[in-house]
């Protein structure tokens, strides 16, 4: 008997290449997992149009970040049964709370903790990483919680740092690696931690 599909939500906040790829990568791979929608802040960001165009649902939730922004994506997520949160180039700050604790993914660009925390995301990262000197980087699948770049890590993968990289070149052999990671960390989840009593959307 076939595995009932966890149901999912992606936030987004640029190209979408990550939930893209992600999506392809459960569909190829038949992981018991459904992205039921994602969310953008944007009509207008490019991975909008990307998903819908793999027949993904997208909801628009604008405005600024904020208590109130964030009551509507917690209703949107609601409204879908959400019970597994992916984000993806999500460049907002994730309200976990009580509600969605140990139930949030994230994908960050360097094997934490190192090239972590507030404002260290995509191009960034990579540039911190060269200009220290290491010669080691990767990825790293972690819970979030109410700290950037701070929980719990599900799964890292690493890769070298050649000493001709530039941020263009490292980034994309990190972005490799991430294509692997994701789909690894859902395939790893045990589903009996995640809290299948979610609370009722208030629809007054």
């Known amino acids: 008997m076939s595995q009932e599909p966890l149901q999912a939500a992606a936030l987004i906040s640029g190209a979408g290449r990550t939930i893209r790829s992600l999506e392809l990568s459960i569909r190829a791979q038949r992981i018991p997992v459904r992205i039921g929608v994602v969310i953008a802040h944007d009509e207008q960001l490019p991975g909008v149009r990307a998903c819908r165009e793999l027949g993904l649902e997208v909801t628009i939730v604008p405005g600024s970040p904020g208590a109130h922004t964030s009551d509507l994506v917690d209703r949107v997520l609601l409204e879908h049964g959400t019970r597994l949160i992916c984000l993806g180039g999500?460049?907002?700050?994730?309200?976990?709370?009580?509600?969605?604790?140990?139930?949030?993914?994230?994908?960050?660009?360097?094997?934490?903790?190192?090239?972590?925390?507030?404002?260290?995301?995509?191009?960034?990262?990579?540039?911190?990483?060269?200009?220290?000197?290491?010669?080691?980087?990767?990825?790293?699948?972690?819970?979030?919680?109410?700290?950037?770049?701070?929980?719990?890590?599900?799964?890292?993968?690493?890769?070298?740092?050649?000493?001709?990289?530039?941020?263009?070149?490292?980034?994309?052999?990190?972005?490799?690696?991430?294509?692997?990671?994701?789909?690894?960390?859902?395939?790893?989840?045990?589903?009996?931690?995640?809290?299948?009593?979610?609370?009722?959307?208030?629809?007054?």
């Open 90 to 204: 999500y460049l907002r700050k994730f309200r976990v709370g009580e509600l969605w604790k140990n139930r949030v993914l994230n994908i960050h660009p360097a094997l934490l903790p190192d090239f972590g925390g507030r404002g260290m995301y995509g191009n960034r990262v990579h540039q911190a990483v060269l200009e220290s000197g290491c010669s080691k980087t990767g990825c790293t699948v972690h819970w979030v919680d109410e700290e950037y770049d701070h929980g719990a890590h599900l799964l890292q993968k690493s890769c070298r740092v050649h000493a001709k990289d530039d941020v263009e070149s490292l980034a994309a052999r990190v972005f490799e690696l991430e294509c692997q990671a994701y789909p690894e960390a859902l395939e790893m989840i045990d589903r009996t931690h995640l809290d299948a009593g979610l609370c009722e959307v208030d629809h007054a």
